[in-house]
């Protein structure tokens, strides 16, 4: 039984370019049990990411995006609803089939890097792959370095490099897999506006030249001006879905939400 369901599905390049599957979330609730009471963080949300795009999710402070991406991602089981990557519904699989196919399929890109100071550049991206039981490839180690522009770059620790950097080390180790869907909660929130940008060509890049599915969150309306598709939420639903939306116009709905 194939892992993915369909597997003649899988890696093909659809007309929209991209290389994977369509994501399709379908009346996805999240309830959290909180102080003898329910939070609602996520109240009925409908959402299709076509293969090779770039989305960014926007919304003020605790209207649900983490939770979205985190469901969204097989990070988290909602309450209720179901989450497609192509044929595959990953919200009735168990945890174990959940990870494996996470790790082929989707990387990961937070704030907070996330890296350990005590290994080396090289082994902070393979780190994860390792403890899934995964090999070491080296060259491969090389060739995500350099696409991220840290060629050479192996055996440094993550202290001794500049903030944009280590977030370059955290993308590199969201790619090593060679995902097909990256995820990002505030790539760019710790960084410098250019530094930013840098990392958002990055992402950006990912989804033009690699047909990879990107979805983002952010606060600021100019990283959701490098997506190509703009949602907004409030109250975890979503309440605006904008195409190629200008910053202007980005900032100026996210000022009617706030
Ligand atoms: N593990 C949890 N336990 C209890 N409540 C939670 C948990 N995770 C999230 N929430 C609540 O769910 C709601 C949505 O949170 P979420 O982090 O998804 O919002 P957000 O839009 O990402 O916010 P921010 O922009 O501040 O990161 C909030 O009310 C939050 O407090």
Redesign the pocket.
């Known amino acids: 039984m194939s892992l993915f369901g369909n597997e003649q599905e899988y890696g093909v390049r659809p007309e929209g370019g991209g290389v994977g599957r369509e994501i399709r979330v379908r009346g996805l609730r999240r309830e959290?049990?909180?102080g003898g009471g329910r939070?609602h963080?996520l109240q009925g949300v409908d959402v299709t990411f076509a293969p090779g795009s770039f989305t960014a999710v926007m919304?003020?402070?605790?209207?649900?995006?983490?939770?979205?991406l985190q469901c969204v991602a097989g990070m988290d089981r909602p309450t209720r609803g179901s989450v497609h990557w192509g044929p595959t519904e990953i919200t009735r699989l168990r945890e174990h089939r959940l990870a494996r196919l996470r790790r082929s399929t989707v990387g990961f890109v937070f704030q907070a890097y996330n890296l350990m100071p005590a290994m080396t550049v090289a082994e902070n991206v393979v780190l994860p792959t390792r403890l899934m039981g995964g090999r070491t490839d080296r060259a491969r180690v090389g060739r995500v370095l350099t696409q991220v522009g840290l060629g050479g770059c192996e055996k440094e620790r993550p202290g001794r490099l500049s903030g944009g950097q280590q977030q370059r080390v955290a993308i590199a180790r969201a790619l090593y897999n060679q995902p097909e869907i990256l995820f990002a909660d505030e790539p760019t929130g710790a960084l410098d506006r250019n530094t930013g940008r840098e990392i958002l060509r990055l992402l950006r890049e990912g989804v033009e030249e690699h047909g990879r599915t990107c979805v983002m969150?952010t606060?600021d309306p100019l990283a959701a001006g490098f997506a190509d598709r703009v949602l907004m939420?409030t109250d975890?639903e979503l309440v605006e879905d904008l195409t190629r939306p200008s910053v202007a116009v980005i900032a100026e709905k996210l000022g009617g939400l706030s």
């Open positions: 959290f049990e909180r939070v963080a919304g003020p402070s605790g209207s649900g995006k983490t939770t979205l969150v606060h939420m975890g």
